[in-house]
């Protein structure tokens, strides 16, 4: 299969990275929590990603600077669902540090991004 150009992003590959640690994190969680923290914690931590590439292939900056803006959403909404997580006890402070660190770097690779095309945005006559 060929590549597609959104696996080639940087800050794809950051998003792709967090949700594989998520899900692996999340393998222990109790299995009450399938349905709950779980599932929503998986669901934010692969929206980064899948807005990341929605956007991309969609062609237009301002679509692409609209999926964005989703993805940040969803990454704040996966730190808060990993500091829960912690807080439950269902996540070792290790693996809470790092996760906090890919999202961390997700975050700052995506804030420079949506800045990058916001700037080529503005300075469209």
Same mark, same amino acid.
């Given at each position: $299969? #060929? ?10 590959? =950051?998003? %792709?990275? $967090? ?5 692996? @994190?999340? !393998? +222990?969680?109790?299995? %009450? #929590? ?7 914690? =998986? ?6 990603? @899948? +807005?990341?590439? #929605? ?7 301002? +679509?692409?600077?609209? &999926? ?8 704040? !909404?996966?730190?808060? %669902?990993? !500091?829960?997580?912690? *807080?439950?006890?269902?996540?070792? *402070? @290790? *693996?809470?540090?790092?996760?906090? *660190? ?9 804030? &420079?991004?949506? @800045?990058?095309? !916001?700037? +080529? ?5």
């Amino acid at each position: $299969m #060929e590549e597609k150009a959104f696996r080639k992003l940087l800050v794809w590959k =950051r998003a %792709h990275a $967090m949700t594989l640690a998520v899900y692996k @994190a999340s !393998e +222990n969680f109790p299995k %009450h #929590e399938l349905f709950g923290l779980t599932s929503q914690l =998986r669901r934010s931590a692969s929206s980064v990603g @899948a +807005n990341i590439a #929605e956007g991309y292939a969609l062609g237009s900056s301002a +679509n692409y600077l609209r &999926h964005l803006k989703i993805a940040t959403g969803s990454l704040a !909404e996966t730190e808060y %669902h990993l !500091e829960l997580a912690r *807080d439950l006890g269902y996540l070792a *402070d @290790a *693996d809470y540090a790092q996760l906090g *660190d890919l999202a961390r770097e997700t975050g700052y690779l995506l804030s &420079h991004l949506k @800045a990058s095309i !916001e700037s +080529n945005i503005r300075q469209k006559p």
